[in-house]
């Protein structure tokens, strides 16, 4: 198959390399997916980047990037064969794994594959997996949402706009924020229940909305920069979860969290217990088939160009996510 890979970690121009590697077969267990598209996501650049863990490689060769869409065309054993033929969408390729999805193949876990309804253009298969399965666990780690308050922080980017969808879903008052003016009418679009500017204009709408107790769920993707509105906004017994943040040692401010003993749920997908990723995908999908899910893309690259799409990544000029092309 052709596929691209990295034997050490640093620039995407120096060290990913694009040729020909052994097709895998599926395991015991495992479904195998000839894919269409590949997702590349910002946790993948920075696993070749070196930042998210040692220096060397944990595997001789790594192909990159987690999510993918495409056909499966076998199974291992344990998994029925019914799946054989079906569209689907996958995540988890590359996550304790050497063998991702910037390749004509990869093998995957059947938890991790979700049937990729008819009406979801593969494209969009290849975007649900690591911002939608994070979204999911953002919002209902800690129960059911139904008639509470969210509050999406950076409600358009990629896992924002799936945690306000879901929220959305599971019956909740969704509350999203922007950073500027100019991208509310984009966010209300996305149909929340109340569009505004991180800050100040954030924590008014939210005691407003709430009667002056605040939002039950606080879904951040800035934890250093909003650490001490979210302490102010977040309601009594409520829950921050937090999976991103600009600075790794944030100042966290303890007591106004711990007089509304409030939890703070940090987020590293990589290590989401399985059951709670396979309830995932299930939501993700039908979600899907509802059209409740949609990403922007802002590029698609071929295979041969993995390395400026990685870049595009680290350095985007247009809101959306990027994708690798897979030859046929």
């Known amino acids: 198959m052709r596929a691209a890979w990295y034997e050490e970690k640093g620039p995407a121009t120096e060290v990913l390399r694009v040729g020909e590697l052994p097709t895998p077969g599926p395991g015991p267990g495992e479904l195998r997916i000839r894919l269409a598209f590949s997702g590349i996501n910002p946790g993948d650049v920075k ?60 093998v995957v876990p059947e938890g ?55 929220a959305r879903r599971g019956g909740a008052r969704v509350i999203g924020t922007v950073t500027r003016p100019g991208q509310l009418a984009a966010l209300r679009a996305l149909g929340v229940d109340e569009a505004v500017c991180a800050g100040d204009e954030a924590l008014d709408a939210v005691l407003a909305l709430t009667g002056g107790r605040g939002a039950d769920r606080v879904v ?27 600075d790794p040692a944030p100042v966290l401010p303890f007591w106004p969290l711990a007089f509304k003993n409030v939890t703070l749920r940090l987020l590293g997908y990589d290590d989401f217990p399985r059951e709670v990723v396979r309830l995932a995908v ?5 979600a899907a088939a509802a059209a409740e899910l949609h990403w922007p893309v802002a590029e698609v690259y071929p ?19 990027v994708l690798l092309a897979l030859p046929d």
Not at 224 to 244: E, H, K
Not at 282 to 286: M, R
Not at 303 to 321: F, N, Q, S, T, Y
């Open 47 to 106: 696993k070749r980047q070196a930042r998210l863990g040692a220096a060397a490689p944990a595997y001789p060769r790594t192909v990159p990037h987690s999510d993918g869409a495409g056909v499966v065309d076998a199974v291992g054993e344990g998994v029925s064969a019914a799946w054989v033929g079906r569209r689907a969408w996958c995540s988890y390729a590359q996550s304790y794994r050497p063998y991702g999805t910037a390749a004509q193949y990869t």
């Open 112 to 166: 991790c594959a979700g049937a990729l309804p008819d009406q979801v253009p593969a494209e969009q298969g290849a975007c649900l997996g690591i911002p939608g399965i994070t979204a999911h666990r953002a919002v209902f780690a800690d129960g059911p949402v139904t008639g509470r308050t969210v509050l999406v922080a950076g409600a358009l980017g990629s896992v924002g706009r799936a945690a306000a969808a879901l």
């Open 220 to 246: 951040e993707v800035a934890f250093d920069a909003n650490a001490a509105c979210d302490a102010r906004l977040v309601a009594p017994g409520g829950t921050i979860a937090a999976y991103a943040t600009g």
């Open 282 to 286: 299930a939501d993700l999908t039908a």
């Open 303 to 321: 295979l041969d160009a993995v390395a400026a799409a990685h870049e595009a990544v680290e350095h985007p000029k247009a809101p959306g996510r």
